[in-house]
């Protein structure tokens, strides 16, 4: 699935764009080798600085379709992200019983998704970047002065990311518990309007304390991440170093009388640090991949939601219907009327409606008393009203405009005066005379 997400046509297209960037960065590496050289042979310079000089500008060209396609790339993915989530959740009504469930999935959807998916694909392009331009750029300098160059990089790179293998589980354990933290945190931050504004102390003081408690978790668990991850990176860079040290070294020794290759050695040394410290970042991105890894299966969780069985959660024995006083019984609906269901806190009145949301799906309509459905009126700027106001455009808007045969109300009457209360129950009462209309009463 992940691969779905992040392999679209504009990271293809970014990665092409990559290659050439790279083959012109070593063609300049090439060409300063071969000045170098035929300064040292007394050979022709003009043409070498000018194509060096000519290299260093054109790179400029697919680089910028590079990061355009990179940044197109981003946005598919996360695209492509909420139309999966939309379909893995779409008509699953019974999840909505479920706070802690809903509370995760659209932190992880509004916002870790994005974030995890942006460092995933930065990655990939950072990762593909430093391995051409090693790879380019060794070649090339390998050629001039000995293969064995080559090897040594090969070496090192090998023996660096063997010991970073046997460190994963320590990174994947440090990442996994950072994630967490701060997933908890944007949780709580989305609590932060009511508490803050409507400044009750008791409440304002509970909540504060809990995400200053949350902010220091998520800060101590993401230096502790960051500090292994760093630590890691850092030994991973010396292992590597080791045996191109040893082999520069003794092409050094090897070389000391010729001229034309001692010339190259300078001339690439600026070159042969900068692979090193690209290695490095290497490095670093391998102590990375598990972390990367840990985050994705963390929005990858999101769209594996277990079952919610809402049979445990409903007493039908204890729910009746307040126009006949009987039982309800969800296997003898009428094709239309009204059917308002009455029982005590807690008896499942309102898990039963999602529970026959979930069976009708879109032959049904439901209005939970809390939400953020979206309709019409409310592209008019003028729409603002109260509660019972806004309620009273909500059923307009239903009967007008949604063919559901079934229509159900969960709490509606909550926040609601005598004068709402009688006017909505006047509305739904001519609504039950074309379709069914269930409802739950506070």
């Not at 932060?192 to 408690?213: A, C, E, M, P, R």
């Not at 990375?288 to 039908?316: E, F, H, R, W």
């Not at 529970?355 to 459905?373: M, T, V």
């Amino acid at each position: 699935m992940i691969y779905k997400i992040i392999s679209n046509k504009y990271l293809r297209i970014a990665l092409f764009f990559l290659v050439i960037q790279q083959i012109i960065v070593a063609s300049s590496t090439y060409f300063i080798a071969r000045l170098a050289q035929s300064f040292a042979d007394n050979g022709p310079l003009l043409p070498y600085m000018l194509l060096f000089a000519a290299s260093l500008v054109v790179v400029y060209v697919p680089a910028y379709f590079c990061v355009t396609n990179t940044e197109r790339a981003k946005y598919d993915a996360h695209k492509l992200y909420n139309d999966t989530f939309h379909t893995v959740f779409l008509g699953k009504t019974y999840l909505l019983s479920s706070d802690e469930l809903q509370s995760t999935a659209m932190t992880t959807l509004a916002q870790e998704s994005n974030y995890t998916l942006e460092t995933v694909i930065d990655s990939i392009f950072d990762i593909s970047a430093l391995v051409l331009n090693v790879l380019f750029n060794v070649l090339v300098i390998a050629w001039f002065l000995d293969g064995t160059l080559l090897l040594s990089y090969a070496v090192g790179i090998v023996v660096a990311s063997m010991f970073v293998h046997f460190r994963r589980h320590t990174l994947k354990t440090a990442a996994k518990t950072d994630q967490q933290s701060r997933l908890s945190l944007t949780a709580k931050l989305f609590d932060s309007w009511d508490n803050v504004v409507i400044f009750n102390k008791h409440n304002y003081t509970l909540y504060n304390n809990i995400v200053q408690k949350s902010f220091a978790t998520a800060k101590n668990n993401s230096v502790k991440s960051t500090s292994i991850q760093h630590i890691n990176s850092s030994l991973g860079m010396i292992i590597l170093m080791l045996p191109v040290f040893v082999i520069t070294g003794f092409i050094f020794n090897k070389n000391w009388n010729d001229a034309a290759t001692m010339a190259v050695l300078i001339a690439t040394l600026p070159r042969q640090i900068q692979l090193l410290q690209m290695c490095y970042a290497l490095i670093g991105y391998h102590t990375s991949i598990g972390v990367i890894k840990t985050m994705l299966d963390g929005i990858l969780a999101v769209l594996q939601p277990t079952n919610v069985d809402l049979d445990t959660y409903i007493q039908v024995d204890q729910i009746r219907v307040k126009q006949t006083g009987e039982i309800f019984d969800s296997t003898q609906l009428p094709k239309k009327g009204r059917v308002t269901l009455i029982g005590s806190n807690g008896v499942g009145k309102s898990c039963m409606l999602l529970k026959l949301k979930d069976h009708y799906q879109e032959r049904a309509y439901y209005l939970p008393a809390k939400h953020n459905l979206y309709f019409n009126y409310k592209t008019d700027q003028t729409h603002k009203g109260s509660t019972g106001q806004q309620l009273i455009k909500q059923i307009q808007e239903i009967r007008e405009d949604d063919q559901s045969i079934v229509v159900m109300l969960d709490e509606w009457d909550a926040h609601l005066d005598r004068e709402n209360t009688q006017i909505i129950d006047q509305y739904l009462d001519e609504l039950a005379q074309t379709r069914l209309v269930m409802d739950v009463r506070h």
